[in-house]
């Protein structure tokens, strides 16, 4: 429950994989923070994704995104091990690399396009024949033609990811409040800006309990983290243990 007039340095609305991170390090950082989540913290798309940490699976083009979703994935070792050490939750982290398959014409074109312009780029990816992929994964579809293994993606246990971020966000002194909608931001002016938000049950905060912020800035990102799973992709490695593909 939030005090009457209780002030935060930051306010974070959504309560997924990208506001608890941003709400853990800001924490970390000494800042006042409090995540306004609408339902449960965490069980929304950031529960439902595939964990993958795909960029160059999932890359068209080495734009700035690219890069950017690159040097993010470097990261992500040392990322996961600070969250298990301060969560006490090991997110799985796994670097088998994914292998995309080529089942029709259009997959051939596509599979090409990229293949193309990432070995140019001097890129970590790998053209494989059919009897090689089977090497790898005897089970794979008996369409196949071909397909790209990209060793440098790497994947997580995403549902783990997501028990283990809100934990160590509290720990490091941040404050959630779930069930709760944000409706609106009044911005002032002459002052600081405000918001109102209003529970799922219909009781209405703000009046009595507003949230101020600070127009600090944040200075540190969360290691990119790619959701959704494309019906191609295949991980080298054996099912999550909890029996999800």
């Known amino acids: 429950m939030l005090k ?14 990208i ?9 970390q950082g000494g800042m006042r923070v409090v995540v306004i989540e609408r339902g449960e913290v965490g069980r929304e798309a950031s529960y439902a994704a595939g964990g993958m940490l795909a960029p160059l699976a999932e890359a068209d083009k080495a734009d700035k995104f690219f890069h950017l979703a690159v040097a993010s994935r470097a990261l ?17 982290y796994r670097t088998e690399g994914t292998l995309y398959l080529s089942l029709t014409n259009e997959d051939d ?4 396009h990229r293949w193309q312009w990432q070995h140019t780029a001097g890129l970590n990816v790998k053209r494989l024949n059919a009897e090689c992929v089977r ?6 579809n ?62 209405r905060r703000g009046a009595s309990h507003k949230c101020h912020f600070s127009r600090r ?29």
Not at 180 to 196: D, G, V
Request: glycine share 6%; with cysteine.
């Open 19 to 27: 506001g608890c991170s941003i709400a853990w390090r800001l924490a």
């Open 142 to 203: 008996e369409r196949l033609r071909w397909a790209l293994k990209f060793p440098d993606d790497h994947q997580v246990n995403n549902r783990q990811l997501m028990a283990a971020l809100p934990l160590a966000a509290q720990k490091a002194g941040a404050e959630f409040l779930p069930y709760t909608e944000a409706r609106e931001l009044l911005i002032e002016t002459h002052s600081r800006p405000e918001t109102s938000h209003r529970r799922s049950d219909g009781l």
């Open 4 to 17: 009457s007039a209780e002030q935060f340095d930051a306010a974070i609305i959504g309560g997924g994989v």
């Open 217 to 245: 800035k944040l200075v540190e990102l969360a290691p990119y983290y790619m959701r959704g799973l494309a019906r191609r992709f295949q991980s080298r490695a054996s099912p999550w243990p909890d029996g999800r593909d």
């Open 76 to 92: 992500y070792a040392e990322f996961a091990c600070e969250l298990k050490e301060a969560s006490g939750i090991d997110i799985e």
């Open 109 to 112: 074109e596509e599979l090409d």
């Open 135 to 140: 090497k790898l994964e005897p089970q794979v």
